[in-house]
């Protein structure tokens, strides 16, 4: 008997028993399904890892879906379903949870056929999130499970992978590559700090194009620009030659040659916000040269270029202690800073100064080291971070952790009050403590139990690394402080943390003690005199204002509450008036469900900032300050433009927080 005969006979036997469970499932009534449920999974999981296992559960998965494997899950709703979610779905150490996302993936993959004729999702909307799915998952395609997805997944991380296989052999590379550029891109709009997983991406498509056995048909081609800005910008690095060989070309070049050069790359960071290692060692080696090649290589306007001429010695020394191959990346945070002027500010040149000859404490060195490695020493990792914040303040984001609160005064400190940022910084990597008052006493990280993260923070960027733990524990100890206090600890705690240009006004329009809706009509009728240009007396926002959100998915369903930044408030080019503001999530471009999808390129946003026309924002809207001298009139706003917020409102996060008084 053949493996593949052994094999065949297997499936045939688990396909018998899938059928038979799925069979029970589906007699079962709704309250008896769940008992049925883990015989179903029990023998999905079996067929699923045998050959021919996907496409047997494809042919069975409309099947499935009416007997109700779904059920009580989010995947019973395919139409709401997030294509970036699937990729920690598959990642899962929940052997159930990788089963759902791929039977729902091979259910998607029925519908797109045509196979099976979903109510809720029709065959283009399929493909369309398939071929996401493919996208945001390639490096699955591409690399054999790790030692650790093998410790945490076990069989089941070589699932993910078949699915994929099979998902890719129907709908084919071409449109997976046309998906993955454009969601890169869609990133790179927002100017990230962190852009590590991007040139992962980029790279695998780099890969994938070498590959003869791989046919990306033309959806590949979009995907030049992007690697040529990593590995071939310029014709001295076309081929990517390595960085040694590169120098030596740029040995025997003239000035009109290296200008060529700095053109290339100006030109190629500014329009990705993406930096080669090759740009890295061309600043470098101008050094010797003088500042007008520098200002080329950095692609500066005038006002850049008056800044560098003012703080050439400065600047010269931030480059030769920050900008190496593996920190290429600050090159752009190095001119944006240089481009916003805040050198002029008188501070900030002198702390740049101390900065640049600051002594790391051991703990810093060590935690530098062990995020980022060695190689360049952790004070040169912290300058080129410290570079990308101050040219970058909407770029910080806050990883994986609960410290929202913590990278939005980042932000907000790099954006307004950059030699306070700076200040802190140096506490933190210096003395491993940041002091700061609340209410008149002082409060130190030291000596401030647990923050909100119930581990170190690790995947930030070299600034956030060293300055958040502390900040953490500090917003703790503040909200720690007025927990005996009536209403909400964010009309005291967000002055005092965030810096004096926070309004000590305060409304909110949730029942602390009930979470129902309170004062709506009142809080909304507020919010519009405060901000909103045509009730305020056309008055722009002065100063960057801490706000609270409440996030909904894209059912429109509550998931949580959620510190942002309000920048501004303006027409968009649509002429339609639009909030523009900071959030430290990692990637602004949310669909908050009901129709407000979060924008963040295309509606007059710069980069980093997300917006929404205002009264969907104000519909997500529920904490937000004022300054109590300037508190203006409540806003005659028109009684169909406040129902149509509340009724935002209602059919939203606040369907569950009506009064029933």
């Known amino acids: 008997m053949s493996p593949l005969n052994s094999g065949g006979e297997s499936l045939d036997r688990h396909l018998a028993r899938l059928d038979d469970a799925t069979q029970a499932l589906a007699d079962a009534g709704d309250f008896g399904k769940q008992v049925k449920l883990s015989r179903v999974f029990g023998a999905l999981r079996r067929v699923l890892l045998l050959p021919g296992g996907c496409a047997a559960v494809r042919a069975r998965a409309a099947r499935l879906d009416i007997a109700g494997l779904f059920l009580g899950t989010d995947w019973a709703r395919p139409q709401i379903l997030i294509p970036t979610l ?131 048909g033309a959806g590949g081609l979009g995907a030049d620009r992007l690697i040529s800005s990593l590995y071939g910008t310029t014709d001295a690095c076309r081929e990517d030659p390595g960085v040694e060989v590169y120098r030596a070309r740029l040995e025997t070049m003239d000035d009109s040659g290296l200008q060529y050069e700095t053109a290339g790359f100006a030109r190629s960071m500014h329009d990705t916000g993406l930096v080669s290692p090759y740009h890295a060692v061309l600043l470098r080696f101008l050094l010797g040269k003088g500042e007008y090649l520098l200002g080329e290589a950095l692609g500066l306007s005038s006002t850049g270029r008056e800044c560098l001429l003012c703080y050439h010695e400065l600047v010269r020394k931030l480059i030769d202690e920050a900008v190496h191959v593996e920190t290429a990346q600050s090159i752009y945070g190095l001119a944006l800073m240089l481009e916003r002027g805040i050198l002029y500010q008188p501070p900030v040149a002198p702390a740049l100064w101390r900065q640049l000859a600051l002594q790391l404490s051991a703990y810093s060195r060590q935690r530098l080291t062990q995020a980022f490695g060695p190689d360049p020493a952790p004070h040169a990792r912290l300058l080129s971070g410290m570079l990308s914040v101050l040219g970058l303040p909407l770029g910080i984001g806050q990883g994986d952790n609960p410290t929202c609160q913590s990278a939005r005064a980042l932000s907000m400190w790099a954006y307004n009050d950059p030699d306070y940022l700076l200040q802190t910084l140096a506490w933190a990597a210096r003395d491993d403590e940041i002091v700061m008052h609340f209410e008149g006493d002082s409060i130190s990280s030291r000596d401030s139990a647990t923050g909100l993260a119930t581990e170190l923070p690790m995947d930030l960027d070299p600034l956030s690394l060293l300055v958040v733990p502390h900040l953490d524990r500090i917003y703790a100890e503040m909200g720690r402080r007025c927990a005996d206090r009536d209403g909400d600890p964010h009309r005291w705690v967000n002055p005092e943390f965030h810096g004096w240009w926070s309004g000590r006004g305060f409304r909110i329009n949730v029942d602390v003690a009930t979470g129902n809706l309170t004062d709506l009509d009142e809080f909304l009728r507020h919010f519009y005199a405060g901000y909103h240009p045509f009730h305020n007396g056309n008055q722009p926002l002065i100063h960057p204002q801490p706000a609270g959100v409440a996030v909904t998915d894209s059912a429109a369903r509550f998931v949580g509450w959620h510190a942002i930044t309000i920048l501004r408030v303006a027409l968009d080019p649509q002429e339609r008036m639009r909030v523009y503001f900071y959030n430290p999530n990692n990637d602004s471009g949310q669909d908050w469900g009901d129709g407000v999808v979060v924008g963040t390129a295309g509606h007059g946003e710069r980069f980093g900032e997300a917006s929404l026309p205002f009264e969907q924002f104000a519909s997500r809207l529920y904490i937000f300050h004022f300054d109590p001298l300037e508190p203006g009139e409540q806003a005659s706003v028109a009684r169909e433009e406040l129902d149509r917020v509340v009724g935002y409102v209602h059919r939203s996060w606040g369907a569950t927080r009506l009064s029933t008084g």
């Open 86 to 216: 699937s990729s920690g779905s598959l990642r899962s150490t929940n052997p159930d949870t990788v089963v759902l996302e791929t039977v729902s993936n091979l259910r998607f993959l029925e519908v797109a056929k045509g196979d099976y004729v979903h109510p809720l999702v029709s065959a283009e909307q399929a493909h369309h999130h398939l071929s996401q799915v493919l996208a945001i998952n390639l490096s699955l395609l591409f690399t054999p499970p790790t030692e650790a997805e093998r410790t945490q997944q076990g069989r089941m991380a070589q699932l993910s992978r078949e699915l994929l296989r099979h998902l890719v052999e129907e709908v084919g590379y071409e449109k997976v590559l046309e998906n993955l550029v454009d969601e890169i891109w869609r990133i790179l709009r927002q100017r990230p700090i962190q852009v590590e997983s991007v040139k992962q991406m980029i790279t695998q498509i780099a890969v994938a194009r070498s590959n003869p056995d791989i046919d990306l």
